[in-house]
């Protein structure tokens, strides 16, 4: 690891104060002295745990769109949906930009999101990694707020109660699964250190690991204002 | 003391990554020496952006809620109801609390996350410099429980999948769902393109540099 027993210069990204954070122990905090945002968060183990967590997530995420959610019985009639079926539904019934809103935000967020930290954690297990790394923890960080697993839980579990009251409903397994990745992810989420990675990432400038401690390097000009 | 800013000190926090960078010159910070990303002491055109989003989101919010967001077919007559009109179904047969989660969700979050960013726009173009910290706490307020109010979309969406029973009952989307939909990723985008320095750049600025 790069960095270890150094303080760094930070700029708050809410109110760009700029401080000195020492540095933390496993499991500590560093807080914005001015407007309190928390500016870093030492994790014990920033790499395996998410690691594993990701890879766990993964299969339940397969299981999850693949499975039946619920089902459904009345009269002798039955029926039942998939996460992607009840997109497709929507698509059916002329809600095409509704059901690319739900697909996206259930299905390819969460998957993106899901690759892109597997990928990443992967490839930073030995530094210096590659800068490619750094495409895709951008990627996984932008998909981070689209991905509503724990949303679309909820609104499953309103679906399936209001139903209720005319049919005969039945949870399935994709249903469960949902309700597993609702709790894998945020621990993915507060298991990553996107700080971490970036230490062990090649800078952009040069192709090399900068020297440690090293803030405050300079900005590389724009190539269009460069004389 | 006059707080000392990454701006006031010519360094840019880089708003990919989080490295503190010397700004290339006064007027192109230039890009990221580590992720490669381009360099903004501020995010570019913040105000400008999130107010053309807020205003395009409150239009939107109107049919949202006006329109109907789902048609029951039963033996032939459908039925349509609206937003507030699922929340009566549900506070009628005898779920309050899932009815004042979908209240809480479809109604008064986006309302409340509307109000909110049209708050910390003007608080901000009038150079407020009272009560910074709970603006703030406010701006990732609105940030966090945007997501939430995609809920009823969910619920619509699963119940058109699943009761599709015809000719016995079948369930269709309303035109007020896209509207609805709209709303959420529209006032996420907005929350996203707010720049929370803003709120302290006020109080930076009034006082006399020393640096």
Redesign the interface.
Known sequence: MTGAGHAE??????????QVVPELPPGVKASCA????TLVTQTADSIERPLALSIAALLVLILANTAP??G?S??G?Q???TIV??????WH???E???V??AF??VFAPAAYLLCTLAVLLAARRPPAP?WV?ELL?WAEAMQ??S?VE??M???L??????A???V?EPDIGMYAVGVLMLLIPAIQSSFD??AI?KR?T???DESL?PDGA????????PR?AP | MT?????R?G???C???????????G???????????R?ASRRRGSLETTWALVIAAAICYIPANLLPVLGTTTLGSTEYDTIMG?VV??YT?G?WP?AL??LIASVMVPLGKLLALVYLLITVQRGSIAG??ER??LYHLV?FI???S??????D?????????SP??SV??GAG??FF??VV?LT?IAA?SFD??L???AA?TTEPDIA
């Open positions: 210069t930070l700029a708050c990204p809410d109110c760009d104060l700029l001015r407007c309190g945002r959610l619920m459904l009345v009269v009639q029926a039942s949906t079926g009840g997109a497709w539904e929507m019934q002329g809600q930009l509704t059901a809103v739900v935000c259930a800068r750094g951008r707020p689209w509503m949303v679309m909820l609104g499953i309103v679906a399936l109660i209001k139903i009251e005319l049919a409903v996107p700080e970036w990432v800078w952009a400038d900068p803030v405050q390097a300079a900005g590389t000009p724009d204002s | 707080p000392t800013t990454a701006a000190a360094l840019v926090s708003g990919t990554c989080g490295l503190l960078a010397q700004q290339a010159s007027v192109a910070p230039g890009h990221c020496p580590r992720c490669g990303a360099l699922g179904f549900l047969s779920s899932l989660i979908v910074n910290r703030t706490r940030e945007g997501r939430w995609m809920l009823d979309v969910f619920v969406t699963f119940t058109v999948a699943l009761v599709q029973l016995l009952m269709q989307p769902v896209v939909a709209a990723v996420m996203a929370p320095r709120i302290w750049d930076t």
